[in-house]
């Protein structure tokens, strides 16, 4: 059965620090791992990591994606108010029909 | 650019009783999907359809039903609602085919079954 799992499933730091959430999975045939961001609403996209893009960064949000080990890491540095959300991991199977998703990582930054 | 609506945003039912949960998008895309979203479990896929007339089940697709008789169009429907049905609802839609590019999605049905 196709799985992806997060970790933490929750988190709660400072303003300004660095954090790293985690996101393993197992499935057949794997093609891409995306990240979201849900705050109070929709999630909304993030990064798409595949076998040739390994590595994304978008301002103080970076991923990066470890085939062998079959997951991925999303840090964020110098963390804002603002970042504090459910912070969801996905991953497409069956041919890319179906995108099964990880529990989430709430994640409250304290000012 | 309205992207994904849904309909109603908030909606209580009593158990037994049957409804529609409205969803449209205006990007021409084929994949069109419902999830349920409960504390703790992440977003889990109920229905799925990868263009007009296709549907399929997803991962919790008891007691739930959809029909997809447009591009647009993908409405969600509880044939006899449950408290176990309570949950948030989104839609979402994205690429023919290609749900591993970004999935685009509405802002929720909060449903309570009581």
């Known amino acids: 059965e196709d799985k992806v799992v997060q970790s933490p499933l929750s988190l709660v730091v400072h303003e300004g620090d660095t954090v790293t959430l985690n996101c393993s999975y197992e499935v057949t045939n794997f093609r891409s791992l995306l990240w979201y961001k849900q705050e109070k609403k929709a999630p909304t996209f993030l990064f798409m990591l595949t076998s040739s893009g390994i590595e994304k960064k978008s301002g103080r949000l970076s991923s990066i994606l470890d085939k062998k080990e079959l997951s991925s890491i999303l840090n964020i540095t110098a963390t804002q108010t603002g970042d504090s959300a459910i912070y969801l991991c996905?991953?497409?199977?069956?041919?890319?029909?179906?995108?099964?998703f990880g529990q989430g990582t709430r994640l409250t930054i304290n000012p | 650019n309205a992207g994904v609506t849904q309909t109603p945003k908030f909606q209580v039912l009593k158990t037994g009783q049957s409804m529609t949960l409205q969803c449209a998008q205006d990007?021409?895309?084929?994949?069109m999907s419902w999830y349920r979203q409960d504390p703790g479990m992440g977003l889990r896929l109920i229905h799925y359809?990868?263009?007009?007339?296709?549907?399929d089940q997803g991962e919790v697709p008891n007691g739930y039903n959809v029909s997809r008789s447009t591009t647009e169009d993908f409405p969600l429907r509880l044939l006899s609602a449950a408290p176990s049905q309570t949950s948030v609802y989104f839609c979402?839609?994205?690429?023919?085919?290609?749900?591993?590019?970004?999935?685009?999605f509405g802002q929720g049905t909060r449903l309570t079954v009581v």
């Open positions: 990007m021409n895309h084929e994949y």
């Open positions: 996905a991953v497409p199977t069956q041919g890319a029909q179906k995108l099964v």
């Open positions: 979402a839609s994205s690429l023919t085919g290609a749900p591993w590019t970004e999935a685009f």
């Open positions: 359809s990868v263009g007009a007339g296709i549907t």
